[in-house]
């Protein structure tokens, strides 16, 4: 699991490979971007074995320093717990994108749509309430509350904050921060090969020969479960670059898939109204991004420049 979470001046995309007539499209390392990230997540003391409000009326903003509405762009919370790992490590591991499944003992969750704040004990894990008086203490590990939204293009991370229960706290509440300045990002998109494909298909893309994702993390792509093609009209690559969070927000128009396992078919993506992908032109510019929904993330961990 990673919050995803270089600015380089002058670089110019090596030539794409001419299209397969087959369509198959096989991506490898060099297709893929380049992401340098700092998280920086504040602590919040508060009261152990207390059952805390938890408030997210402040959050006013995404990672990606877009506006949100908390109660209508925030849809679930996660409580997760880190049981070997300090929040600096939490910090510096989500930081160079190494932090995986295996660092997370457990997390919990609650629906948040149309709310600003609910209790600790309304989170759940399959239907079981979180236990304050069992789970709130400081000998827990490193705790990690997170507001999340879904979009088109996958999971949006919108606030984090760390709780650090103790004795010496008598805080009863928590409110999370809004999002803007808790991730600085910036992209390259311009120094990876791009891949051409075929206008009119077929598209059949298969990630398999990938093993590293956007900050060179490796066993990180098995997690993909979801692609997307993204289309912009009149901005080139290193204007993406410049406006990197705020990616999504700038396309003209977006068609995505779950999938299941490490290639797809391109036909099968559809845009929000659910009309299929029609085919790609030779006047915009065309990103394919692999997202991971079940990751905390502001970015994609697989994303390449199509050539058609």
Do not use: H, K
């Not at 504040?42 to 402040?58: F, I, N, P």
């Not at 928590?174 to 390259?188: F, H, M, N, Q, T």
């Amino acid at each position: 699991m990673s919050l995803v979470l270089l600015m380089l001046v002058g670089c110019v995309p090596e030539t794409a490979s001419e299209a397969d007539p087959s369509g198959e499209i096989l991506l490898a390392d060099e297709n893929n971007f380049w992401l340098e990230a700092t998280v920086s997540i504040s602590s919040v003391a508060v009261a152990e074995r207390t059952d805390l409000t938890v408030d997210w009326s402040s959050v006013t903003s995404d990672l990606r320093c877009q506006a949100v509405e908390p109660a209508l762009d925030v849809q679930a919370l996660w409580l997760v717990r880190f049981p070997t790992l300090s929040e600096a490590e939490v910090e510096g591991r989500l930081s160079e994108g190494e932090l995986y499944s295996s660092d997370i003992g457990v997390f919990f969750e609650v629906e948040a749509l149309g709310r600003t704040s609910v209790m600790l004990s309304e989170f759940e894990l399959f239907g079981l309430p979180y236990d304050v008086e069992e789970e709130l203490t400081e000998e827990e590990g490193t705790l990690l509350l997170v507001a999340i939204s879904e979009s088109a293009g996958g999971l949006v991370t919108r606030s984090a904050v760390f709780l650090a229960p103790g004795a010496a706290s008598e805080a009863s509440s928590v409110e999370l921060p809004a999002g803007c300045g808790v991730l600085e990002a910036s992209a390259d998109l311009r120094s990876l090969t791009p891949v051409d494909v075929l206008p009119d298909g077929p598209w059949l893309v298969s990630w398999e020969a990938a093993t590293t994702d956007c900050r060179g993390a490796v066993n990180t792509l098995p997690g993909v479960d979801s692609v997307a093609i993204v289309r912009f009209d009149d901005w080139t690559l290193g204007e993406l670059e410049a406006d990197f969070l705020a990616l999504e927000g700038s396309a003209a128009e977006l068609w995505t898939a779950d999938i299941d396992g490490a290639e797809a078919d391109l036909s099968l993506l559809v845009d929000g109204s659910g009309e299929p992908f029609p085919g790609f032109s030779d006047d915009a510019t065309w990103l394919l991004a692999l997202r991971c929904s079940t990751c905390i993330t502001a970015a994609p961990l697989f994303l390449t420049v199509l050539v058609p």
